[in-house]
T-cell receptor, first 111, second 114 residues
């Protein structure tokens, strides 16, 4: 069974610093990997989706990399802002289209 | 209006009561999902449906049932609620033509069972 782990569980950084969020998965036979953002009391919003054939995806200040051989994905957020404070979750999709989620990393960006 | 709408958003009920959480979507997606979120545990899949005639159990289906009334509607029922079903429940949709495609989530339904 696929297991997805996100470490650390929580992270606090001053505004302007770059954020590095880690996601590891045990089964490299994934179809894609997705990163989501969740604000308190809200649903999840998809940030980036990396297909298994890709190495990275970028959107604005966000960049996500994927290394299937080592079972890792990393989400980079450049020049963090207080508005980036949220919980970030990753999810690995298997060949049946089912997602396995990590528990998330709670990020606080202090002004 | 939201693409994926869940009702009710909040519900407090007592042990043994029957509860239904409803989900409707305007995205025209075939795939719909029900997830449960507990603090520190991420999201766990309860049930999923790839079209109106296709219903599948997820990781934690015991104590839950679902109904796919139409392409746009997918309901989750707790026949006899118990306190450890207190959680935040999410409905999500994705496009069948895009295997493993982007998921779109509702705002969530917070259920408290006393």
């Amino acid at each position: 069974k696929q297991e997805v782990t996100q470490i650390p569980a929580a992270l606090s950084v001053p505004e302007g610093e770059n954020l590095v969020l880690n996601c590891s998965f045990t089964d490299s036979a994934i179809y894609n990997l997705q990163w989501f953002r969740q604000d308190p009391g809200k649903g999840l919003t998809s940030l980036l989706l990396i297909q298994s054939s890709q190495r990275e995806q970028t959107s604005g200040r966000l960049n996500a990399s994927l290394d299937k051989s080592s079972g890792r994905s990393t989400l980079y957020i450049a020049a963090s802002q207080p508005g980036d404070s949220a919980t970030y979750l990753c999810a690995a999709t298997d060949s049946w289209g089912k997602l396995q989620f990590g528990a998330g990393t709670q990020v606080v960006v202090t002004p | 209006d939201a693409d994926v709408t869940q009702t009710p958003r909040n519900r407090i009920t007592k042990t043994g009561k029957r509860i239904m959480l409803e989900c409707s979507q305007t995205k025209g997606h075939d795939r719909m999902y029900w997830y449960r979120q507990d603090p520190g545990l991420g999201l766990q899949l309860i049930y999923y449906s790839f079209d109106v005639k296709d219903i599948n159990k997820g990781e934690i289906s015991d104590g839950y049932s679902v109904s796919r009334q139409a392409q746009a509607k997918f309901s989750l029922s707790l026949e006899s609620a118990i306190p450890n079903q207190t959680a935040l429940y999410f409905c999500a949709t994705s496009d069948l033509s895009d295997l493993g495609g982007e998921l779109f989530f509702g705002e969530g339904s917070r259920l408290t069972v006393l």
